[in-house]
């Protein structure tokens, strides 16, 4: 018996599931907190796990996360080909095919926004 798991980036955080000895990446994360959180889901508690990601020219402009990544995992080897794609990257802001260098953005999302009552109210217990 095999037991398969096909998640989204949604499963990444919070899911404890015990011997999960390979993760896929069929989609490249876009952010290296993203990756580290997808790949975390194997080797826990001592246990060994791999995993592998999908990574195409469109991509690129995340390879240098994935480069650190590997760089901060033992005995994690990093492929040429993906050292060429951080290249193809560098020289794309260079020559100014990409406006700007993308950096490690994370999550995007606005956050819970107090109204100005409870801006208030958290501001004189702070005091």
Not at 48 to 74: H, M, Q, R, Y
């Amino acid at each position: 018996m095999r037991n398969i798991l096909i998640a989204t980036s949604v499963c990444a955080r919070g899911l404890d599931i015990k011997h999960i000895a390979l993760v896929i990446n069929y989609v490249c994360p876009n952010h290296l907190e993203d990756y580290v959180h997808r790949v975390g889901r194997t080797g826990r508690a001592g246990n060994k796990g791999t995993a592998i990601t999908f990574i195409t020219p469109d991509e690129c402009a995340v390879a240098g996360d994935l480069i650190k990544a590997l760089e901060n995992s033992a005995n994690a080897e990093i492929p040429d080909e993906l050292r060429d794609l951080e290249e193809d990257y560098q020289d794309k802001v260079r020559d100014g095919d990409i406006n700007k260098r993308r950096n490690n953005i994370g999550y995007q999302g606005k956050g819970y926004k107090y109204s100005r009552e409870e801006e208030e109210k958290v501001r004189v217990e702070r005091i």
